[in-house]
């Protein structure tokens, strides 16, 4: 996204129309995402992730020699197909060496790559599609996807286990509470990604900023995301859905000012730092995700990805829209706001459902950390049992302690 610019001229299209690049991409995450991760539930994890990078690698390349929109399309959306399967199966690797009561804490360290990529990453793309090539980039991306490959492959680590049955993740999907989680994600996300995808011709054409500088931009906004992906888990171990509501909120402020923010270099730099991290959401909806799943995680895990890749192609698809009708690089904040307002209905959508199933003394699939007592009845004299009034802990989280520290 940080060097849209010039790949629309070397593609010779339109800057809206090059948008749907990132588009394709986002498709092919939400194509990918629960195909491959209900087909590969049996293979072992590592296994899997090495597979995985492997696969974004070759594609990413594959990108980097696209001599026409239609290769660069079919490039991006294969690029894409890896992507939510990947940081879902890694996000749960990651948690299950830490236990339950510190799932956010590990996810976050996940989420913490994405972080450093957007804080280092972009800006050096940025860099070298001025420098170079928009190609260059291409490259060097598809070069550290092949290195961490490597790098997994030696990573020493506990023995890699077979996962479980394919259809068995399946169940998760008849839960509400997940579907309406994915939803707050793939709409209220959408916003962030309105804003970003035309942030680069924003800061030229309205902040006035030199090219040069733009970099510096990108880096302030991975800056933000970076507090934003540290601060969270504090918090979503904790509470995750109301976390999620506050960075929501955070994030319509954010973007609802941008227009205003945009005419300064130094207002502008603020705001985008602010709307970088709302990127934090990711980290409290995956971790809410994993509370409200049960035992058939992964693909939650992946959909997740999924969710935000149906925001990402929302975002600059509005975006563009309001472009081309002549409103302005600015209006991508409005449109970003009202996504963010949508998501945040949902949110209280889900914060009611859950209050009125509390309410019934139900099981809302979730307060983390909470165990639910059982109190085992009085047996009859002489037979074995645990005894009048003994509490015993939920076998859920029996299952959960249990799985901490596969990988």
């Known amino acids: 996204m940080s060097f849209l610019p010039q790949l629309a001229r070397d593609m010779q299209v339109s800057e809206p129309r090059a948008g749907q690049f ?16 209900v087909l590969s539930a049996a293979l072992p994890r590592r296994g899997l992730l090495v597979a995985l990078l492997g696969w974004f690698a070759i594609s990413t390349c594959l990108g980097a020699m696209a001599a026409g929109h239609g290769q660069m399309m079919a490039a991006r959306f294969a690029a894409g197909l890896p992507h939510g399967a990947y940081l879902g199966a890694a996000a ?22 994405l972080t450093i990529a957007t804080l280092v990453g972009v800006p050096l793309a940025s860099w070298l599609s001025q420098a170079l090539s928009w190609r260059s980039a291409f490259l060097v991306v598809s070069g550290l996807a092949t290195v961490s490959a490597l790098l997994l492959v ?11 049955r394919p259809w068995g993740e ?44 733009v970099p510096v931009m990108f880096g302030v906004f ?20 109301p ?8 994030s319509l402020i954010a973007l609802a000012i941008f227009p205003l923010a945009a005419r300064s270099p130094v207002w502008v730099g603020i705001d985008v730092f602010l709307i970088g991290g709302s990127q934090a959401l990711g980290v409290v909806l995956q971790t809410r995700l994993m509370e409200v799943s049960g035992d058939a995680q992964a693909l939650p895990a992946a959909l997740n990805h999924s969710a935000f890749n149906i925001a990402n192609a929302i975002g600059p698809a509005a975006g563009g829209v309001a472009i081309s009708h002549g409103l302005g690089w600015t209006a991508t904040g409005p ?56 509490i015993e802990p939920a076998s859920a989280d029996r299952r959960e302690n249990g799985r901490a520290g596969r990988f």
Not at 154 to 164: E, I
Not at 180 to 187: D, K, R, V
Not at 231 to 239: I, T
Not at 243 to 250: D, K, Q, R
């Open 335 to 390: 449109v970003g706001a009202a996504l963010a307002a949508c998501g945040l209905l949902v949110w209280l959508f889900s914060t009611g459902l859950e209050h009125r199933r509390s309410g019934r003394g139900g099981s809302t699939g979730g307060t983390r950390g909470t165990r639910v007592p059982r109190t085992m009845p009085t047996p009859t004299p002489g037979a074995p049992g645990p005894g009048p009034g003994r």
């Open 22 to 37: 990132v588009s394709a991409y986002a498709l092919g995450v939400v194509v990918g995402a629960p195909s491959i991760t």
């Open 170 to 213: 399946l169940r998760a999907l008849a839960k509400a509470q997940v579907w309406l989680t994915l939803a707050i994600g793939a709409i209220g996300f959408g916003g962030m990604f309105a804003v970003y995808a035309f942030l680069a011709s924003t800061l030229t054409d309205v902040t006035r900023l030199e090219p040069h500088l």
């Open 92 to 113: 749960l690797a990651a948690a299950a060496q830490v236990g339950p009561r510190r799932r956010a804490w590990a996810v976050s360290r996940v989420f913490l790559g």
């Open 243 to 250: 976390s999620a509501g506050a960075v929501l909120l955070w």
């Open 154 to 164: 030696l990573a020493p680590g506990s023995p890699d286990p077979a996962g479980g």
């Open 222 to 241: 991975g800056l933000g995301l970076t507090v934003g992906n540290i601060v969270a888990p504090s918090f979503a171990d904790r509470a995750p859905l």
